[in-house]
Nanobody, 125 residues
Framework: QVQLVESGGGLVQPGGSLRLSCAAS????????TGWFRQAPGKEREGVSC????????YYADSVKGRFTISRDNVKNTVYLQMNSLKPEDTAVYYC??????????????????WGQGTQVTVSS
C-alpha cells in the first residue's frame, strides 16, 4: 500500500528553522519525483520544492530559494525539507506528494498521484 507520512512541523519563531520529513512506504521514493507543497488558510495549495527521481534535480519556488533545501535519503526512503530563516508568511500546512508519471510542471499539485496527510508549520513570535 502506497503511503506518505509527514512529520516535523510545529511552532517556531521568525528566523528559526524546522526540518520536515516525508517517509514513504509501499514504493521506492528514488524512482519518482517527490514534491513539497503548502496551503495557508484561504489560499490555494502551492508548490514549494521538488526533487526528481534518480538524478535528484531540485527545484524551488522563488519565495523559498536560499532558505529551504530539499533532500532525499534512499536508505530511509525519506525526503526532507530543511527550512531556515522562517518567516510568518511560511505558515501553512505542508504536504509531500509523489508523482508516478514524471510531472511536466513540478509545482502543479494536479500532477501528483499520492499525498501525505500534512503537517502544520506555524511561524510566529
Amino acid at each position: 500500500q502506497v503511503q506518505l507520512v509527514e512529520s516535523g512541523g510545529g511552532l517556531v519563531q521568525p528566523g528559526g528553522s524546522l526540518r520536515l520529513s516525508c517517509a514513504a512506504s509501499g514504493f521506492t521514493l528514488d524512482y519518482y519525483t517527490t514534491g513539497w507543497f503548502r496551503q495557508a488558510p484561504g489560499k490555494e495549495r502551492e508548490g514549494v520544492s521538488c526533487i526528481s527521481s534518480s538524478a535528484g534535480r531540485t527545484y524551488y519556488a522563488d519565495s523559498v530559494k536560499g532558505r529551504f533545501t530539499i533532500s532525499r535519503d534512499n536508505v530511509k526512503n525519506t525526503v526532507y525539507l530543511q527550512m531556515n530563516s522562517l518567516k510568518p508568511e511560511d505558515t501553512a500546512v505542508y504536504y509531500c506528494a509523489t508523482d508516478f508519471h514524471a510531472p511536466n510542471i513540478w509545482y502543479d499539485p494536479r500532477e501528483y498521484d499520492y499525498w501525505g496527510q500534512g503537517t502544520q508549520v506555524t511561524v510566529s513570535s
